[in-house]
Structures are given as C-alpha cells and as structure tokens.
C-alpha cells in the first residue's frame, strides 16, 4: 500500500520544477479512482440574491443593499421564472448559493427551496446553500444546524455546495472574511449534513494572501474530516480572480501555480473521490489541462447561469457549454466524458 502524504512532503510537492513529475502522480491516482472518465452533468446555477451582510474581500458579487446598483434580490415569483427558463430537456441539478440577507429570515430561504421544487421535475437535484449561509440562517433562527438542514431535506435538498470554506486558517480568514463562519463551524456543518446522509463538497480559494503552508493544512483538515464521515463528494481549487473587489492589487497567480496546486490537492486528498475542475472561473482552456493534473470532473452545462465569477473577471462573462462541448474537452485529452447526476451516477440515454 502506498504511504499516505504528510504536510512536510505534500509542501516539497511545491518545489518540483518539472511539471510532468507532478502531473504523472496525480494523474496515477486520478486514474485509479476514474480511470479516463471525465465527469460532467447537465446544470443550471441560481443565485437568489448578492445582497450580503458579509464583507468577504475577495468578493465582486456583493452588494450592501437592495438600492446599490448591480443589486438583486429575487421574488419567489421570479425564481419561479428563473427556474422555467433556465431547466433545458435532461437537467439534473440545480446548484444554490448566493448571499446572506441582511432583511431575509429562514423562511425566506425555505420558501426559495419549496419554490424551486414545484418549478422544476422531481428528478432535478437541489444543491443548496453553502455552509456560510447555513449558519446564518440557523443563527439568525436560534436554531441547531441539525434543525436547519432537516427542514432543508424536508424541502427538497439533498446535497450542499462546497462554498464558503475560503482558506481554513484563521489569521487569514481574519484578513478576507473576517466576519463568517470559522473553519469549526464550516467542518461541523458538513460533518452533519454527512451524518444526516447529505453528500457535499468542499472548496479552497486560493492565489491571494494565502501561502502554500495553508493550503495544505486546508487540505488536511478536509482529508481528517473525510476519513470520519466520508460524506465528501468533489474537492473544488477556486482560484482567485481579482477583478472587481478589495483584493483586486493582488492580481492573480499563474497557470503553473494553478496546476501544482490542482496535482498536489489530488495527492494529499487520497480519500476524495472526485476533484472538480470549475471552467466558469477556470476559463475553458486552463480548466481542460488540469484534467491532466489531477481532475476528474468538469462541473457541467451552467446554461449562463452564474455572475460570482464574471463579475470577478473570468473570461467566461457568459458561461455555457453543450454536452458536445464538454464531450470535446475530454476528447482532445484523450479522455472519456461522462454524464452523471449529483451523486455520480452515470446516466444511461433510453
Ligand atoms: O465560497 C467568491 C468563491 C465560492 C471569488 O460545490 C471566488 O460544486 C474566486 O463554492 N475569485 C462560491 N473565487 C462558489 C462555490 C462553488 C463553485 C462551483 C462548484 C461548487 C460545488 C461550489 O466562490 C465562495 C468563494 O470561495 N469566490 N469570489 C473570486 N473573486
């Protein structure tokens, strides 16, 4: 059996200059849990508001009221609408996450989440809510999270997004989200979810004021919480994108920092089934050669569905792909693309 990777080891990973050595170990495991097969599922995003009470950094989403411009805030009317037009033939999830409310309570949001269910076919996914917006609700509620997400569950979730999870060290998280949940609450959060049978994903931005130490220590306390429960799906790289938002005189780390970092995530996350390599952020190209590092997911359709990343900067301002589309991505790196739902179940076309 092979030795399993420690921090010392996993940040050495950082100083290998030949980029093939990184890619050939990352893509050995990758292909011992996915073989060629490069996932991908038909998707659409819905992001019910960017009114946020929050004060995240690194964010170019929010705003601090319904009267700023570039504001939203959906009626139950109107994600109704958003849902009819967004659901193309053969979608399977929709993915939710958008913003903490200042003046929305819980009932808001189970609202949106009965509203999305009579919109949309009983077989579409409901993937709602990161972690950070978990805890507000159940905070604003005094209510216990186990509460909060049996009432989701009641309502038609059944898996949790990976957001919110940023960088787990708290000098950090102290500079660019000072004011959400720590890494305990995001970790006890998913843990529960897990024990109540949801599956869920988890995230790390990184390419801003972070240093590879945290990262990794990021990792590790995922792959600890993974060997608990094993309620992890995908671990989702969210690189930094720097336009629009107070962090913006960082600029953004380069395409080779992307890739170690992308292979080293598949080493040290021996326990995660799935890496997910997110083009609305990546942009297509770059999301294609981390296939080669590592990943074995691609995300999906969106159908242009999401503005966190095009109003950050991405070159994707309106993300959508085919299943040809994706198809090709694979293809051109001799790979195999295949649908899934949200659990990774393959789907097989009658
Ligand atoms: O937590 C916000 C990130 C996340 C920026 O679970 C930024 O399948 C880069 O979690 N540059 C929300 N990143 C999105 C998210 C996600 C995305 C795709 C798939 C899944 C999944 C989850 O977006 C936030 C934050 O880390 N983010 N602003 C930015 N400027």
Redesign the pocket.
């Known amino acids: 059996m092979r030795e399993r990777i420690g921090k010392e080891e996993a940040l050495e990973l950082y100083n290998i200059q030949d980029l093939n050595i990184l890619s050939e170990k990352a893509l050995q495991i990758r292909e011992k849990l996915n073989g060629r097969t490069v996932w991908y599922n038909k998707n659409f995003h819905l992001e019910p508001s960017n009114v946020c009470m929050h004060n ?1 950094k ?4 929010r705003r601090t009221s319904n009267s700023q411009p570039g504001a939203w805030t959906m009626s139950l009317e109107e994600v109704n609408e958003y849902c009819l037009e967004k659901f193309q033939e053969g979608t399977t999830e929709v ?1 939710v ?1 958008g913003s903490v409310h200042p003046q929305k309570d819980i009932s808001y949001y189970y609202r949106v989440i009965e509203t999305i269910r009579k919109s949309l076919p009983p077989s579409v996914t409901i ?1 709602a809510f ?1 972690a950070v917006e978990i805890d507000d609700m159940a905070k604003n509620a005094g209510l216990e999270i186990k509460v909060v997400l049996k009432e989701l569950i009641k309502r038609g979730v059944s898996a949790l ?6 960088i787990f060290d708290p000098q950090i998280r102290a500079q660019i989200c000072p004011d959400k949940a720590n890494a305990q609450r995001w970790l006890e959060i998913h843990e529960t979810a897990h024990k109540l049978g949801m599956n869920t ?1 988890a ?1 790390m ?1 990184f390419g801003h004021i972070e240093s590879r130490e945290n990262r990794i220590d990021h990792l590790l306390m995922l792959r600890e919480l993974q060997d608990k429960t094993g309620g992890f799906d ?1 671990f ?1 790289p ?5 336009a629009n ?1 107070p962090m913006s005189y960082l600029g953004e780390v380069d395409s080779i920092e992307v890739l170690k970092t992308f292979a080293i995530s598949r080493i040290v996350l021996d326990n995660f089934p799935h890496i ?1 390599s ?1 083009w609305p ?1 990546l942009g297509k190209e770059l999301c294609q050669l981390t296939l080669l590092y590592g990943a074995d997911d691609i ?1 999906g359709t969106i159908n242009n569905s999401t503005k ?2 095009s109003m ?1 900067g991405s070159k994707e301002q309106k993300p959508i792909m085919t299943s040809a589309n994706l198809k090709k991505i694979a293809a051109e790196c001799n790979m195999i693309a295949v649908e899934r739902d949200s659990f990774y179940n393959q789907i097989i076309k009658k």
């Open positions: 995240c690194f964010c170019s989403y993915h996450v993937k990161s997004p990976g957001g919110g999870a940023e994903n995230t931005l995908a989702i969210l690189l930094f994108k720097a938002n997910k997110y952020m995300d966190i990343y950050a």
